[in-house]
């Protein structure tokens, strides 16, 4: 009987010993020592020394504090402890154990035996903590990204563009700290900007703005791929920022577009992180979309520069209506004095005939210019409108304008005459806009007319509609660029031209970029208080709440300032535009009528030459008659006197 009772044990025995050491999970068995205050190892499966790197036989005997010396603050010989005390199981959960020996992940499970000992079973965790961080740490970049895409959309300024893209990256926890440095084509640095560097990064800067590179930079600015910096204390000794990355690599991409490269972008990351291609390609994505930014802002600088164009053109395109008006006035004048003077010279009209047909030519386009000046400085007109306003003026332009019709295409839309019909007798033209071809006129004659230089059009009416074209086509450029000017002016700090506000006492309460070209004329600041005469100027709108202007020298610039007030607020608003293009026009267009009046002077000049030479003329026939009838008198006489004898 004993002898079954030994054999069933020795079964029981062997099969605990093959389960024992069979298990996936590590097992240890410890007995109290000192009243429970440490442990004794006991028993160590396979499993437990593949886990814990160590032999069986080095540590059986000995005490748990002295084969894993960190065992206390990793806090599971609390747990041993406890379990011992009350023989109640305990759960120990994932925590993190680190000796100079082994570092690991460990989820325990600890429970009394009956004969007093206690087993820990436990798994090495280590990879799937280590998953587990590295999904935590993406969802914190991935979070970072699109907070950055979110500022890339609202921001419009890239200094706080670059400064809020490095507080993301760090304010997440994605990255420990990050910076960004804008290079010029040289490598000189632009423009910087960091979050939670410190103040080792001002060294950073004075290298780069003499042009020095740091490590990280060289490699990162010849390569379109993010360059990892593994071991930053031994790769960048020479670095100001190689101290910052103890324990931590470095991420490094240089920020390009379109073959573009604007500077560098880097990052401090976890080291077991850094070569992990799913986290380079997000950081290579962040740099990008970065670049892709700057790139934008660029492009934006562009647009301004082409509206300041458009406006300078717009601007310019107004003094030369100015100028076509009055000189349209002194060719009215001209035309009332040859027509004067044709009537006192009947014996050459045959050979003023044709320069008087030309004159009428040219009166009647500058008629229809005239009149589409005065059609385009209508308030509030629109584009269509004026358009229409073009075809209707063309008729009474041409030699026939009872039977003159016309049109014009702009893309889907279409603005003609009443009348209009198309026929073989046909003119036209392209409109250009912004050198681009745009629409189309076209002017028909709706009845056969006598074969001339062109059909039965005049070579004048041909430069008519071209000239009629091109202005058509600076309108429409003109219409645009004050649609963008419209947009632009809602945004005075982005506004070309000075706008101030100012008190009743003459305090600059508010002054954009532009206005500083003439606080420093006036020698004063934003917040300071212009020359005394504001003061007075803006008491006197203010008092008379009606608006005011005046012009103001600045260098060689002259402005015209309008005073506009706001009398419920106590101030008053100063838009300023620049006249200088103006002011020395209007000095070419007294400088050009001058020489019209001695041109005047001079055919007035000739005419009366004519004249004299006519009366002359006229006298000398008359003498000549006058001997002729005294002659037939003499002959008469005598022939009487013969008759007599």
């Not at 002077?601 to 006298?619: D, S």
Request: proline share 3%; aromatic share 6%; glycine share 6%.
């Amino acid at each position: 009987m004993n002898d079954d009772k030994n054999q069933t044990k020795e079964h029981l025995t062997e099969r605990f010993k093959q389960l024992f050491e069979g298990m996936s999970s590590g097992v240890a068995v410890y007995e109290a020592v000192d009243g429970g205050n440490d442990f004794i190892i006991k028993d160590f499966n396979r499993a437990a020394e593949e886990i814990d790197q160590i032999k069986r036989e080095d540590i059986i005997g000995r005490r748990v504090t002295e084969v894993f010396p960190e065992v206390e603050e990793f806090g599971l010989l609390e747990v041993l402890r406890q379990v011992w005390k009350t023989g109640s199981s305990r759960n120990y959960p994932i925590s993190f154990y680190k000796d100079e020996r082994i570092t690991g992940g460990r989820e325990n499970y600890i429970y009394k035996l009956p004969s007093g000992k206690v087993v820990a079973i436990y798994d090495d965790i280590t990879e799937r903590k280590r998953a587990e961080e590295r999904i935590e740490h993406l969802n914190l970049v991935l979070r970072a990204v699109r907070n950055v895409n979110q500022l890339i959309t609202q921001e419009k300024d890239p200094a706080r563009l670059l400064q809020g893209s490095c507080e993301i990256l760090t304010s997440t926890r994605g990255y420990h700290n990050a910076w960004i440095a804008l290079l010029d084509e040289s490598g000189k640095l632009l423009r910087s900007a960091e979050s939670e560097v410190g103040e080792d990064f001002a060294a950073v800067i004075k290298r780069l703005e003499r042009g020095e590179l740091i490590e990280c930079a060289k490699k990162a600015l010849p390569s379109s791929e993010v360059q990892m910096i593994g071991e930053p204390l031994v790769d960048c000794g020479d670095c100001p920022l190689a101290d910052t990355y103890s324990g931590r690599s470095a991420l490094v991409k240089r920020l390009e577009h379109e073959g573009k490269v604007y500077g560098i972008l880097a990052a401090s990351i976890p080291r077991e992180l850094a070569s992990d291609e799913e986290e380079q390609d997000i950081f290579s994505e962040v740099a990008d979309d970065i670049a892709f930014a700057l790139h934008n802002f660029e492009v934006e600088e562009e647009r301004k520069r082409v509206v300041e164009e458009l406006k300078a053109a717009n601007q310019q395109l107004t003094a030369s209506e100015q100028h076509l008006r009055a000189a349209n006035q002194q060719l009215s004048a001209s035309e009332q004095q040859l027509r004067a003077a044709n009537q006192q010279l009947r014996a050459i009209e045959k050979d003023l005939r044709t320069v008087n047909l030309a004159l009428r030519e040219r009166v009647k386009e500058l008629n229809y210019f005239y009149q589409l000046s005065t059609l385009n400085e209508k308030p509030n007109i629109t584009l269509e409108e004026i358009l229409q306003g073009v075809v209707e003026l063309i008729p009474s332009s041409y030699q026939y304008p009872k039977i003159t019709c016309g049109r014009i295409i702009l893309g889907d839309q279409e603005f003609k005459t009443e009348n209009f019909r198309e026929t073989s007798w046909k003119q036209t033209a392209n409109l250009i806009a912004r050198d681009k071809r745009t629409g189309t006129m076209e002017v028909c004659y709706l009845e056969e007319r006598p074969e001339r230089d062109e059909g039965p059009f005049l070579e004048e009416e041909r430069k008519l509609i071209d000239a009629i074209a091109e202005r058509s086509g600076k309108i429409i450029e003109r219409k645009q660029a004050e649609e963008e000017i419209e947009k632009l002016s809602r945004f005075p700090g982005e506004n070309p031209y000075p706008i101030l506000r100012v008190n009743r006492d003459g305090t600059a309460l508010y002054a954009n970029k532009s206005s500083r070209a003439l606080l420093d004329v006036w020698k004063t600041r934003e917040g300071q208080r212009l020359p005394d005469h504001w003061g007075e100027r803006v008491k006197r709108v203010l008092d008379s709440n009606q608006s005011d202007n005046f012009e103001e020298k600045c260098g060689n610039a002259t402005f015209l300032l309008i005073l506009a007030p706001v009398a419920e607020m106590g101030y008053a608003n100063v838009y300023g535009l620049d006249i200088t293009e103006r002011k020395q026009e209007e000095k070419e267009l007294e400088q050009y009528r001058e020489h019209l009046e001695v041109l005047v002077n001079e055919r007035t000049v000739e005419l009366n030459k004519k004249l004299e030479e006519l009366e002359r003329f006229h006298n000398a026939m008359v003498d000549r008659e006058f001997r002729i009838k005294e002659l037939r008198d003499e002959v008469d006489r005598l022939k009487n006197t013969d008759s007599h004898r």
